[in-house]
Nanobody, 124 residues
Framework: QLQLVESGGGLVQPGGSLRLSCAAI????????IGWFRQAPGKEREGVSY????????KYADSVQGRFTTSRDDAKNTVYLQMNSLKPEDTAVYYC?????????????????WGQGTQVTVSS
């Protein structure tokens, strides 16, 4: 199992921004596609974004399109999720996950290795 560690979560006011990081530990993330997911209390885990190896394919959920941006820095072995214009409904635990499948996907079942999650709370 690959080890992924998320960081950067916290409490932010509506309209604010946060940048989440997903660090790969003990393996080279450059060969893997990375997905970001979130799970709010009482709700199913949902896909937020996908970035392929080499960043040739990027996909977003409709709910975050235009507000969130995913990127990767393979030299730092890290993938990022920049979240702008945050809304209360973005409140959730955010996870990153890795897989080797080339096709863009936001389905949690397609991903093999998961981080422990980081809490994002959007509230005034």
């Amino acid at each position: 199992q690959l080890q992924l560690v998320e960081s950067g979560g916290g409490l932010v006011q509506p309209g604010g921004s946060l940048r989440l990081s997903c660090a790969a530990i003990g393996f080279s993330v450059k060969y893997y596609a990375i997905g970001w997911f979130r799970q709010a209390p009482g709700k199913e885990r949902e896909g937020v974004s996908y970035i392929s190896s080499s960043s040739y394919a990027i996909k977003y959920a409709d709910s975050v399109q235009g507000r969130f941006t995913t990127s990767r820095d393979d030299a730092k072995n890290t993938v990022y999720l920049q979240m702008n214009s945050l809304k209360p409904e973005d409140t959730a635990v955010y996870y990153c996950a890795a897989h080797l499948i080339a096709s863009p996907t936001l389905l949690p079942a397609d991903f093999d290795s998961w981080g422990q999650g980081t809490q994002v709370t959007v509230s005034s």
